[in-house]
């Protein structure tokens, strides 16, 4: 097999773990079922993996920097401090019954049990506060937020959207994503000295 036949087969059995995981839960899910719903041998999720727990690490991993590579772009871009918070909420809160976000909230999960898992989510997670608290302390250099604790705001925000997400993607029916969206945009202004309808 060339390096490019193997990377674009790995990248196919990462995509494929992602969906058993979601349907089966990090849990439950073989590695005879990846094998099986790609189309291989099990040798060879061996062969690239070498453990079922590197599998789902990796298969977390690639879900989750995914996302990471959308909040790159965010903080990256030449946009005023604003309008990149306001992409930031956007590209966190979960849409509907998210894949990402089940795969993120049976990662938190498993990750009590899994010290691969554990570090891999911890790192992840870890990029989103840090990126968010960037943007949280320019835009107050900027004289556009009114914020003491950058990094403090960002751990904030971010706990009340991990757990307005849980409830979204778990217990759908409880609250609406428009009852979500609109906690968030309050929390968001109390924290940064905003007008919530700046938010919008």
Not at 40 to 62: D, G, I, M, N
Not at 187 to 198: G, I, K, M, T
Request: glycine letters at 4%; one cysteine or more.
């Amino acid at each position: 097999m060339t390096r490019r036949a193997a990377e674009v087969r790995l990248d196919s059995l990462l995509r494929t773990a992602c969906d058993v995981i979601v349907e089966r839960g990090l849990a439950n899910t073989r590695t005879a079922d990846v094998a099986q719903a790609a189309g291989v041998s099990q040798a060879l999720v061996f062969y690239h993996f070498a453990t079922k727990e590197r599998l789902l690490a990796q298969a977390f991993a690639y879900a989750a920097e995914r996302d990471i590579a959308r909040l790159d772009a965010v903080t990256t871009a030449d946009l005023p401090p604003l309008v990149k918070l306001k992409k930031i909420l956007k590209l966190y809160a979960p849409a509907g019954r998210s894949k990402t976000w089940a795969i993120w909230i049976d990662g938190w999960s498993e990750a009590q049990r899994t010290p691969e898992l554990e570090k891999v989510s911890r790192r992840l997670d870890l990029r989103w506060r840090e990126d968010l608290a960037q943007v949280i302390a320019i835009g107050v250099d900027a004289g556009v937020f009114e914020c003491p604790d950058p990094v403090g705001a960002a751990w904030r925000i971010n706990a009340l959207m991990d757990g307005l997400a849980v409830q979204v993607s778990v217990h759908h029916r409880l609250i609406t994503q428009r009852q979500m969206n609109e906690w968030i945009r309050i929390a968001v202004a109390r924290e940064l000295n905003l007008d919530p309808a700046e938010l919008a």
